[in-house]
């Protein structure tokens, strides 16, 4: 069973407006949660976030987790024909063991029509 | 800038034949990783490498071997391709975690094999 499930699968928007996908997780533990875009090639690295409640922001990117309701959204306000993408979501288990395996959500296929 | 590179880009290869799939990256990272990609299953890990000669099976590891020699190379190794080996691979690095681990990985552009 899907243990990150991403939503919504895909969304079309237009151009100057805000959208929000979501990432909400079956682990209760772990070191972190990651996000990532990708493009027509390789993911990109946008935010890894560790603590519940803080807002990690990169222009008009940000993101949040909530480690209570095990979830985290990503916002993009202001959207760009460049935001068009999908968008990764990862969850990272706790240090020891296996820690390297992130394991990865379906994504979210972002278009964004001018 | 970190770079990590996949020599191959587009493979077609038969059943039965085997594919080396190579990576190699540049900042010296003691992890290393292949990912397939596949329309609707999203990224999934085949194996990870921790450092040279080490390695451990991911989530789905069945066809496939890896060989680490050297820190900056890590090859996938399908042993005889098979049709439901048509995919994107993605290889991937990081730092260890004695070395300021982000939990950040660096994506090579991905080989995109097909098997026929």
């Known amino acids: 069973e899907d243990k990150v499930v991403q939503s919504p699968l895909s969304l079309v928007v237009h151009e100057g407006d805000t959208v929000t996908l979501n990432c909400s997780y079956e682990?209760?533990?772990?070191?972190?949660l990651l996000w990532y875009k990708q493009e027509k090639k390789a993911p990109t690295f946008l935010f890894m976030l560790?603590?519940?409640?803080i807002e990690k922001k990169s222009g008009r990117l940000s993101s949040i987790l909530d480690k209570k309701e095990l979830f985290s959204i990503l916002n993009i306000t202001a959207t760009q024909t460049g935001d068009s993408a999908v968008y990764l979501c990862?969850?990272?288990?706790?240090?020891?063991?296996?820690?390297?395996?992130?394991?990865f959500g379906k994504g979210t296929l972002l278009t964004v029509n001018p | 800038d970190v770079k990590v590179t996949q020599s191959s880009r587009y493979l077609v290869k038969r059943t039965g034949e085997k594919v080396f799939l190579e990576c190699v990256q540049d900042m010296d990272h003691e992890n290393m990783f292949w990912y397939r990609q596949d329309p609707g299953l999203g990224l999934r890990l085949i194996y990870f490498s921790y450092d040279v000669k080490m390695k451990e099976k991911g989530d789905i590891p069945e066809g496939y071997s890896v060989s680490r020699e050297k820190k900056e190379r890590f090859s996938l190794i399908l042993e005889s391709a098979s049709t439901n080996q048509t995919s994107m691979y993605l290889c991937a690095s990081s730092l260890g975690v004695y070395r300021l681990y982000t939990g950040e990985l660096f994506f090579g552009e991905g080989s995109r094999l097909t098997v026929l």
């Open positions: 682990v209760t533990n772990f070191r972190s």
């Open positions: 990862a969850v990272e288990p706790p240090s020891g063991g296996s820690n390297y395996k992130l394991t």
């Open positions: 560790t603590s519940s409640g």
